[in-house]
């Protein structure tokens, strides 16, 4: 049963619905492994399988957020300043010293990003009640610069809604004269508002990504922007939803990734859509969150109706992310330029095809929903004119820790540096092991080797979002011609 009194709820599953449609339609050298032969991950985990796997399965059910926020409100002694919008539910307050051109700075910042969410459609903040000394969505500032991620909080779940929905709050530094980081600060607390509004107890990287991908719509600002997909694409091992909230995340790019390839057109509905799906009702008195299902459950069971699963996503989303800034192809991103080198994704391993053959492993583990690159570098061996690439194979064998579920594919690049085609590595449900062989190198730069973590294959135990620190797996990939 939907939430009384939210009749924009209707609106979200029905962009839910109308986003799963689009998802449908989406798409021998000395000491090499011969195919069909055991994998050698496999062959060593044989005996600890059963093990892993019944401790995997047995694990209790991951816990959502503290219902109390461990961020607490400011004492209305201890932020005497208030400003307060004339045509919005908005207030600023700060502690004396703070100079009142910075409260009003502030204010109109809110009052941007408020009305540019209200042209998204999305809902506004719950009202507080009496706190703050009104029901304004309210803004707290502190004395000083700018030293570190704001703090987001949340007051109790509210009385009288029928799924969690609380409002909500920021503690943010007073902005400063110049600079975009303060209104990209502000749209970040007020989009953290708008999804607590739609489901308090989601996951913090759910609330983190959404947040963010707000923040980036309402008040772009390249400087920090850049440093966070910087910082996202560093580290592509890193589970997605590994965020922590309070500062602009590189995460941003998955529900941007959802709009961009699967959605209707308006920004963020997909991940409006998913924490309004996923809302649920936690008993009184619980310390935690009832958080399942999650957000991500919530798109599994979309894709799932439509034929696709959770893993094909990840894997073309780790496909995406491997086009962006100075390597964007102009297919795959829109507007994925503009990162530049702050864009470029970290390979693992370049290899020249004239080093093959090679075994190689990844610095550290992938985390569930995390991400692998391997190149292969044809442009020398073209240059040189030593092989006909046109008859010239290349084979893959991948092999990797259990329980672990891994994706894979082979994306074939032109000089260009576009994708000239794809080759989907198809690997048996429950085996540790995925091989394929590649035809017809010619006209090409080289070859992405492009990996996901899509969480375990034990089918009662999917990946969860709640379940961080999350439990990396290893892997081998052999490459020979």
């Known amino acids: 049963m939907l939430r009384r009194k939210a009749p924009w709820v209707l609106a979200?599953?029905?962009?839910?619905?109308?986003?799963?449609?689009?998802?449908?339609?989406a798409a021998r050298a000395p000491g090499a492994p011969s195919p069909g032969s055991p994998?050698?991950?496999?062959?060593?985990?044989?005996?600890?399988?059963?093990?892993?796997?019944?401790?995997?399965?047995?694990?209790?059910p991951a816990e959502g957020r503290p219902v109390v926020s461990p961020v607490q409100r400011p004492d209305d002694r201890d932020a005497p300043q208030r400003a307060c919008s004339f045509t919005l539910p908005l207030c600023v307050h700060a502690p004396a010293g703070v100079p009142g051109a910075a409260l009003l700075d502030a204010l109109a910042q809110l009052e941007a990003a408020m009305r540019a969410y209200d042209a998204l459609g999305l809902p506004r903040p719950l009202p507080d009640g009496a706190r703050g000394g009104g029901p304004s969505y309210d803004l707290y500032l502190e004395r000083g610069p700018r030293r570190g991620p704001m703090r987001v909080g949340h007051d109790l779940r509210a009385l009288g809604e029928r799924f969690d929905a609380a409002s909500a709050f920021a503690i943010i530094a007073a902005p400063e004269r110049g600079g975009c980081a303060s209104a990209s600060d502000a749209a970040?607390?007020?989009?953290y508002a708008v999804a607590t509004r739609l489901d308090a107890g989601a996951e913090e990287g759910a609330l983190a990504m959404t947040a963010?991908?707000?923040?980036a719509i309402a008040a772009p600002c390249a400087a920090e922007e850049l440093a966070a997909v910087d910082a996202f694409q560093r580290a592509p091992e890193r589970a997605i939803t590994g965020a922590a909230l309070g500062a602009l995340d590189g995460g941003l790019l998955f529900p941007w990734y959802l709009d961009d390839a699967y959605g209707t057109g308006t920004p963020a509905q997909i991940a409006a859509s998913l924490l309004a799906i996923a809302a649920q009702s936690t008993p009184a008195g619980a310390a935690r969150f009832h958080a399942e299902p999650d957000t991500f459950d919530a798109l599994r069971a979309s894709l799932r109706s439509r034929g696709e699963d959770l893993g094909d996503l990840l894997l073309e989303f780790a496909i995406a992310r491997a086009f962006l800034g100075s390597r964007s192809d102009g297919a795959h991103l829109s507007d994925a330029e503009r990162f530049g080198d702050f864009g470029r994704v970290r390979f693992e391993w370049s290899l020249p095809y004239a080093t093959l053959p090679r075994r190689v492993a990844p610095l550290r583990p992938i985390e569930p929903t995390g991400a692998t690159y391997l190149w292969l570098d044809l442009s020398a061996e073209k240059a040189a004119a030593r092989q006909d690439?046109?008859?010239?194979?290349?084979t893959f064998v991948a092999d990797w820790e259990l329980p672990a579920l891994f994706?894979?594919?082979?994306v074939k690049i032109d000089e260009q540096g576009a994708e000239a085609g794809r080759v989907d590595v198809a690997g048996v449900f429950g085996s540790s092991r995925a091989q394929r062989t590649v035809v017809g190198l010619d006209g090409l730069s080289g070859l992405l080797v492009v990996g996901v973590n899509a969480g375990s294959m034990i089918r009662t135990?999917?990946?969860?979002p709640d379940e961080a620190p999350f439990m990396p797996h290893g892997y081998t990939?052999?490459?020979?011609r």
């Open 212 to 215: 963010s991908y707000l923040a």
């Open 477 to 480: 990939v052999w490459l020979s």
């Open 407 to 410: 994706r894979w594919a082979i």
């Open 188 to 191: 970040y607390a007020l989009g």
């Open 39 to 60: 994998s050698p991950v496999a062959s060593a985990q044989a005996g600890a399988l059963g093990d892993d796997t019944a401790a995997e399965a047995a694990a209790p």
């Open 389 to 394: 690439l046109k008859t010239a194979e290349i």
């Open 12 to 25: 979200l599953l029905a962009l839910a619905a109308a986003f799963g449609g689009p998802l449908a339609a």
């Open 461 to 464: 135990h999917p990946f969860d």
